[in-house]
T-cell receptor, first 115, second 116 residues
Framework: GAGVSQSPSNKVTEKGKDVELRCDPI?????LYWYRQSLGQGLEFLIY????????KSGLPSDRFSAERTGGSVSTLTIQRTQQEDSAVYLC?????????????FGPGTRLTVT | GDSVTQMEGPVTLSEEAFLTINCTYT??????LFWYVQYPGEGLQLLLK?????DKGSNKGFEATYRKETTSFHLEKGSVQVSDSAVYFC???????????????FGQGTILTVHP
């Protein structure tokens, strides 16, 4: 079946602009995660959604970052007033549940470059 | 909070050599442990996992054993191939309530290059 998809695959934006990154999880997966992969920080958790529960936003680095998940499926990560330090690969993952043993399936990522 | 410490890389080996990548962790509760692999130009893929102490995860000739007493989950392969060249990430996921619940905590990643 279809895996996790993300769009765009690459995004170049000017400092100060807003960007939206999209994630389509595997159909039926109730848990959805956003991570960021950057050279200096490795792989960092940003936010996660589980069903209709309030999202865990504990990893968002600043209030310029926000995310929503509509209808329990597609998710959008929004970065306002982008800064050069936001340049990274943004990864989305989904899993059938959020328990510790459940595998997370990752999308190919969106490479964001802020100039 | 939870953390994963992974052997620094890069690691360069000849084909058929033995591979060990060390991974230790700090966590409250009873985490599950994972190794993810990222091949050049591809996304993260689960390589293997173990969900409780003394479990051994294995896949594609790779193995790792969940050692609670040493809080370790070292990755091993007896004979590496050129096609194993990739970045390897050790990770944990906690299954109990609290701020760690649900998310993966990753190590820094180890770049492995295998030469013919």
């Amino acid at each position: 079946g279809a895996g996790v998809s993300q769009s765009p695959s690459n995004k170049v934006t000017e400092k100060g602009k807003d960007v939206e990154l999209r994630c389509d999880p595997i159909s039926g997966h109730t848990a959805l995660y956003w991570y960021r992969q950057s050279l200096g920080q490795g792989l960092e958790f940003l936010i996660y959604f589980q069903g209709n529960s309030a999202p865990d936003k504990s990893g968002l680095p600043s209030d310029r970052f926000s995310a929503e998940r509509t209808g329990g499926s597609v998710s959008t990560l929004t970065i306002q007033r982008t800064q050069q330090e936001d340049s990274a690969v943004y990864l989305c993952a989904s899993s059938s549940a959020s328990g510790s043993s459940y595998e997370q399936y990752f999308g190919p990522g969106t490479r964001l470059t802020v100039t | 909070g939870d953390s994963v410490t992974q052997m620094e890389g890069p690691v360069t080996l000849s084909e058929e050599a033995f591979l060990t990548i060390n991974c230790t962790y700090t966590a409250t509760g009873y985490p599950s442990l994972f190794w993810y692999v990222q091949y050049p130009g591809e996304g993260l893929q689960l390589l293997l996992k173990a969900t409780k102490a003394d479990d051994k995860g294995s896949n594609k000739g790779f193995e790792a054993t969940y050692r609670k007493e040493t809080t370790s989950f070292h990755l091993e392969k007896g004979s590496v191939q050129v096609s194993d060249s990739a970045v390897y990430f050790c990770a944990l996921k906690n299954g109990w309530g609290g701020t760690s619940y649900g998310k993966l905590t990753f190590g820094q990643g180890t770049i492995l290059t295998v030469h013919p």
